[in-house]
């Protein structure tokens, strides 16, 4: 496709559009009551447009290319285990992005299908968003929109107040902060729901191009979605998934997924106004932080990899495993599956017996997994360093990404 140059720096602005504003939702102050239309944002069609990445940030910008795949080989020989452990570190950070957080524990609680805490869980519906929106990037080596509601469907289903609307572009007017009641006060009002389908289907055009630079990319399409916001709710975590979709389909990751949300996370303000600075034509604020993210989140990751790949060898010397025995068939078992309830558990290593539980005990008395329910029937454990591992990756980029 041939694109229409845009010059370095420059980038066409949103449009306003005034519309028609009636309150469906009942309740809020008078002026929510009375409001009768609304100014919303309308994004730009970009699928043709083209931004060259400005001089001084090159070296950054290859910089970070490196780092994602030196990362990504890194895991070359590894197994699915250290794909699923970057994909929920991936997820964990975008859905703390949106104030969606909870402890290790509650996580994999979650991960076993404990449904207590809905922060949790929607932390691990993000794991299962992002992994299928990069799996059919890579598998089809093309974006559709199919796939983006599939992710979102995938993110939302169990979603108390959204899940009927989960893989479902919106119908209605959405907007981001000021009155529960109306986009009175709203920091952003996204396009009439009309646009939403050229926009969106304009913008994944731009996605499936091969002639832009991968993470200007990445940023402009992620800034894009932020902008057209599709969905009711999902959108920060739908469109963040994107990111690591395109470089999936533009292969700079294979193997794995660089934890770009973690440094986003780490700046959460600066990138916020850097989705605004995008709305009013300034790509550079975002294409810097995003650069800078993906070159921390890419040697931290890195690190991960390494550090993980030796775990195994450490938990059979930590629990003194016997070559053959019950306890060595569970340490691969919980590498691959970091949290297991006594059915995964028998599916593995067989039913339940004396020698199954002696191994159990065994790897929990050297601390290499924990009991984390604290009940005596419908158990789970899971691996103590592999969840250990995902605050400290997450804590390590953050401590990157601060000012120096």
Known sequence: MTGHGVETGEWPPHGREVMPWRQERRGGSRE????????????????ELDYAVPADLTGLSERALVAL????????HQPAAMARFMIRSESVASSRIERVSASVEDFARALAGQKSNSSAVSMVAASSALSTMIAAAGTN???????????????????PSEGPYAGKLRDSQNWIGGSDYSPRTALYAPPDHAR???????????ANRDDVPTLVQATIAHAQFESIHP??????????ALIGAILRRRAVTSRTVAPVASGLLARRDEYFDAL??????????LLELMLRSAVVAAEEGRVSVQRIARFPVQWEAQAQVRQGSMAARLVPAFFDNPVMAVAEIERIAGPVSPRLYS?????????VIQEITGRKRDRVWAAVDLMAELDDLDARIAAAMRPR
Do not use: C, K, W
């Open 359 to 367: 191994a159990v005990d065994r790897l929990e008395q050297a601390g």
């Open 69 to 76: 795949g030196a990362m990504d080989g890194e895991a070359a």
């Open 32 to 47: 929510d009551r009375t409001l009768a239309e609304v100014t919303t944002s309308v994004p730009p069609f970009i699928a």
């Open 276 to 285: 605004g600075s995008y709305r009013r034509g300034a790509v550079r604020p």
């Open 231 to 240: 969905f009711g709710d999902g959108n920060g975590r739908t469109g963040r």
């Open 196 to 206: 939403v389908p050229a926009l969106l289907d304009d913008l994944i055009a731009f």
């Open 141 to 159: 080596g093309a974006i559709t929109r199919d796939d983006i509601l599939r992710a979102h469907e995938a993110l939302m289903r169990d979603d």
